[in-house]
């Protein structure tokens, strides 16, 4: 899941890497992963997760996870959390390949609709979304310009 906030709107330049630890872990809770290990530098905090990886950039977040995590849970922590900073959510992107294990996933992640329509409930605005068949396999992707949280 790529969400990317307005550059310049928020109360520090920093913007999401201005995220505390409590916050990030809150998020990684709600996704069904712990941080494990962090690596910094001048342009971004990177994570390394019990389920894969997170990135965080200024204005730029990118949560990559396996298994049977529940990824579009991180979204309302993160929401939370940004609006303490001031900052407007510009462009949410989520992308899936098929499960392998399909019957072993946790709500959201039961069915591609489901995925959609919890994304569309935490956020105020019209995405698309489309269900191809790539390579034959089937990848969800949803995609929504300019996003708010919903009040």
């Keep these: 899941m790529e969400i990317d ?40 905090d990177s994570y390394v997760l019990s389920e894969s990886s997170l990135f965080v950039y200024s204005h730029k977040m990118i949560l990559k996870t396996c298994g049977t995590t529940t990824l579009l849970m991180a979204l309302e922590p993160l929401l ?10 510009e462009w949410v992107a989520y992308t899936r390949k098929d499960f392998q294990r399909p019957g072993q996933q946790k709500f959201p992640h039961r069915d591609h609709i489901e995925e959609v329509r919890s994304q569309l409930r935490r956020l105020a605005c019209h995405g698309r979304h489309r269900r191809a068949a790539l ?17």
Excluded: Y
Excluded at 11 to 38: F, H, M
Excluded at 80 to 89: N, P, Q, R, S
Excluded at 137 to 148: D, I, K, Q
């Design 5 to 44: 906030f307005v550059p310049g709107v928020g109360v520090s330049a920093r913007g999401l890497r201005d995220l505390t630890r409590a916050q990030l872990d809150d998020l990684c809770t709600a996704a069904r992963c712990t941080i494990i290990s962090t690596m910094s530098n001048e342009h971004l």
């Design 80 to 89: 939370k959390a940004t609006a303490e900073l001031g900052m407007k959510v």
């Design 135 to 151: 390579r034959s396999a089937w990848h969800a992707v949803f995609s929504a310009p300019l996003c708010s949280p919903r009040t």
